[in-house]
């Protein structure tokens, strides 16, 4: 009897722990802040930046850091963030993007995206082998490598996708096999310094451009402007400050950095075009072309 009634205690015991974990998992996020997800992407480092200096703390934001790109979805649907940073391609992943819009825009990726591999453009198209490809599925990783075989008339090479976050990709062993990529900075240095060539990205593109900026819940934007508005002020003064003094700047953020080194993180500065200030009206049209409404962009 005592047995039992021991056993029905650490039954309750561990039935309460769960319930516990499980309602903290789940819980709404704090109604007065705003999450956002966002990802070590050359062009969000402001934002680590803005974090780092403390210009967040009395501010209505806070960030959440991750690793895959498809997380952004999970953690929205879980209602864990309002918002999050990432191409427009992303967008179209989530299940309600028509709800979401762009607040503002951060960058137009001008090789900063590539597609690498162990064999040349040449190679590829003659191979007989099957091709795996290392990439991050139901992201813009997807469309990326879809307009890379439709421009570079690799159709009838037998690809097997393999879903991968780019941490994973990164710890890959040389392979004799052929294989194809998927990455960005700042893991794409990475692979790069393992011999990995490569053979597209958003520079040599014709039909793929690739266009970054935060987009928010249109319901959780009406009544905040001025708090967005106060955003894109810090984001501005830290590429101000990228741009005045790289080097401090770069001590900073490079604990997000996945081990860029200064010189491969000045370097891929280079490859993104800022979008956050000047004429934006030929970005704008190709993301109404794309149906992306931005009728919520604080000027």
């Known amino acids: 009897m005592k047995k039992a009634r021991i056993l029905s205690f650490v039954l309750l015991f561990l039935m309460g722990t769960v319930a516990v974990l499980y309602f903290y998992v789940n819980r709404p996020a704090d109604a007065s802040k705003i999450h956002i997800s966002s990802n070590p992407w050359v062009g969000f480092t402001p934002f680590i930046y803005a974090q ?8 209505s934001f806070r960030f959440i850091w991750l690793v895959d790109l498809a997380e952004n979805s999970h953690y929205h649907e879980r209602g864990f963030t309002q918002g999050f940073t990432a191409t ?3 967008l179209f992943h989530f299940n309600d993007w028509q709800k979401m819009k762009p607040v503002f825009l951060i960058d137009r990726s001008y090789g900063a995206d590539a597609i690498v ?6 190679e590829l198209r ?11 599925q139901g992201s813009l990783n997807d469309d990326f490598f879809d307009a890379f075989v439709s421009e570079q008339g690799l159709k009838s090479v037998k690809f097997h996708k393999i879903n991968a976050c780019q941490k994973n990709i990164l710890s890959l062993n040389e392979v004799a096999r052929p294989i194809v990529i998927i990455s960005y ?3 794409l240095s990475g692979l790069l310094k393992k011999g990995y060539q490569p053979i597209a990205s958003t520079r040599t593109m014709k039909s793929f451009s690739v266009i970054d900026a935060l987009f928010v819940d249109e319901e959780v934007i009406n009544g905040r402007e001025r708090e967005f508005a106060q955003l894109k002020e810090m984001f501005e003064r830290g590429v101000a400050q990228l741009q005045n003094d790289p080097h401090e700047y770069y001590e900073t953020v ?8 200064y010189d491969e993180f000045i370097s891929t500065t280079a490859q993104i075009e800022w979008l956050h200030q000047g004429n934006q009206t030929k970005v704008i049209e190709h993301l ?3 149906h992306v409404k931005t009728d919520r962009l604080i000027p």
């Open 88 to 90: 427009q391609y992303e």
């Open 185 to 187: 900075q700042p893991y």
């Open 117 to 122: 591999s162990n064999r040349s453009i040449q």
């Open 52 to 59: 780092e200096k403390g210009w967040l703390e009395k501010s």
């Open 288 to 290: 109404n072309a794309q």
């Open 126 to 136: 003659s191979t007989k082998e099957t091709v795996d490809v290392y990439l991050e």
């Open 254 to 261: 490079k604990g997000y950095l996945e081990g860029q080194s």
